[in-house]
């Protein structure tokens, strides 16, 4: 079954509707520049009235490692979806849980998921062979590489796609190692496509489903999860 994540929630209603559509996962944005931003005291309240069943994720992009497991510790979060520029040491230190100060380590045991943008690694990939991302984690906590259209200055919720075709070696080669989830411009419409390209482990849509920057659209959010789910079928 494909992994699916409902982002950027920004009310409780809203989040009701992705669990009882069957998401699998909701995401809090504490990113300042987003429209989806939410606070810790409105994270929390939302949080604690949602089942236990649905896996809770915050989004972190220009906070250290620290400070995300802070707050993920404070609102009640179950992952941690961290952006490269989340850390001053980049991708480096990102990609070595064992390499992090012993503080982060400590507060840092809820699972993570690493987002990067698909346009680096391609461009990567085109500059030498076999591109991997080795993940070092001797703890376990690392769940797997969200591939996103966001840059370094928009992480992430931009509503456009990335070259699903251009992409679909990068994203092979780093599946037989990773677990890969996909974001960026999914949407009710064109999320069977981009399964039937990319084949990956889960997705991850926002803008997608909205009917305004931060407020969901109930049908949308349900259809999105039927999509997905009518190809799980069809697979199986």
Known sequence: MTWIKIC???????????????????????YERSPRCVGVEKGREMVARLPESVEKVGVFAGESLLTAAEVGASVGLDSLQIYPLAHPKGLE?????????PAERRLGQRKIYLALP???????????????????????KFVALVLDSGSGQRPGGTGVTF?????????????????????????????????GILRPWGVD????????????????????????????????
């Open 93 to 101: 230190i990102l990609s070595n849980v064992k390499a992090w100060p």
């Open 8 to 30: 950027g929630m920004t009310n409780l209603e809203d989040a009701q509707v992705a669990v009882d559509a069957g998401a699998d996962a909701v995401g809090f944005v504490f």
């Open 163 to 195: 070259d699903w075709d251009q992409a679909a070696a990068t994203v092979a080669g780093l599946s037989l190692r990773h677990k890969v989830a996909i974001a960026g411009g999914l949407t009710p419409e064109n999320v069977a496509q981009a399964i």
């Open 205 to 236: 849509v926002a803008s997608g489903v909205e009917a305004s920057p931060g407020k969901k659209d109930p049908q949308k959010v349900r259809e999105f999860v039927r999509a997905v789910r009518e190809i799980d079928g069809k697979a199986g």
């Open 118 to 140: 698909m346009s680096t690694l391609v461009a990567q990939r085109a500059q030498q062979e076999g591109l991997t991302i080795e993940m070092q984690d001797p703890d376990g």
